[in-house]
């Protein structure tokens, strides 16, 4: 059968048509204005409307952005999520939705590097767009590292869960909290202990979320790779995406040589962290996808350094 065969089985209606028939109309007369001076501003409306609201803003915008680490690959591109956010007074309607977004393709046109320098730049610069004395900014986005085999040295890409927020207010300045959720292996003390031979493992999930000290330099410091390593060097071994015979026999050795329950690992990631100069406040969860249960185990613990001072 030829296209000029394929072309005479149906005739079908045209397109615009094909439109009416499922519900198409006409446009109607159009009597409002189409110049924005002219246009009412409901947004900007200004009365008692009874609270003050605690944010305002858009969340879920997915974005392409530039990241650098140190570890490789050291510059990457990636997509981030992110939400914004600012308060607004009882006697505001409402925010200028638009203005995030315009702010944003602004920033991805000069060539949006995530750090936490130019999301402070950022926030200020958007409060400023709003009119208002604060905003907030949080980004989340895969951050992809190097990972090599321990006895083969072959290497594969391993990914963690980055999320940078800021906040900003014109009276106390920036709050900048960073977290990451890695993943890991455990191996099961008790299992190990009341077994004749072999102890189940599961993959954990471990969460740590810091504030940072106000005079914290990421040009010095990669704080993803410092959470990183808090999380796997506790673990019972760490998770490897290329793994030949002899890689499979180390790791297996290694967990069975360092088991952990979840409470562990919990209580010694947030040693490191309480070790880390430039963390002074710290959150640390552990999930375990049990291999034996159908539930999860969970673990979580925050501790404030700056207690200790008052």
């Known amino acids: ?114 750090d936490i320098t130019t999301l402070k730049r950022f926030t200020k610069e958007l409060a400023g767009r709003l009119k208002q004395k604060d905003s907030m900014v949080e980004v989340s986005y895969p951050w992809f590292f190097e990972r090599k085999g321990p006895f083969s040295d072959l290497a594969g890409m391993n990914h963690a869960d980055a999320t940078i927020k800021v906040n900003y207010h014109e ?33 954990g999930n471990v969460t740590m979320s810091i504030e940072l000290t106000d005079d914290f330099n990421e040009d010095e410091i990669d704080w993803k790779h410092q959470l990183l390593e808090a999380a796997e060097s506790n673990a019972s071994a760490r998770i490897h995406p290329v793994l030949k015979r002899p890689d499979e026999k180390a790791v297996t050795e290694q967990a069975y040589e360092n088991p952990r329950f979840v409470e562990d690992i919990v209580r010694l990631v947030a040693a490191d962290l309480y070790e880390l100069p430039f963390v002074t406040k710290f959150y640390v969860a552990c999930r375990n996808e049990e291999s034996i249960h159908l539930h999860d185990a969970i673990a979580e613990v925050t501790y404030d350094k700056r207690d200790e001072t008052n």
Do not use: W
């Open 171 to 203: 009276e106390t300045g920036f709050d900048v909290e960073v977290s990451l959720t890695g993943k890991i292996t455990t191996l099961c003390p008790c299992s190990k202990e009341i077994s004749e031979y072999s102890a189940h493992n599961q993959r």
């Open 1 to 114: 059968m030829n296209q000029t065969d394929l072309n005479t089985i149906k005739q079908l209606p045209s397109k615009e048509e094909r439109h009416k028939l499922f519900g198409s109309v006409d446009p109607g007369p159009r009597t409002k204005p189409v110049e924005k001076s002219e246009m009412k501003d409901l947004q900007n409306a200004r009365e008692d409307f009874l609270f003050d609201l605690d944010a305002v803003g858009i969340s879920n915008v997915k974005h392409p952005i530039r990241i650098n680490s140190t570890m490789k690959p050291e510059i990457q591109t990636t997509i981030g999520t992110f939400k914004f956010a600012s308060s607004i007074k009882q006697g505001s309607k409402g925010t200028n939705m638009s203005r995030f977004t315009e702010q944003l393709d602004q920033y991805h046109n000069e060539g949006f590097a995530i």
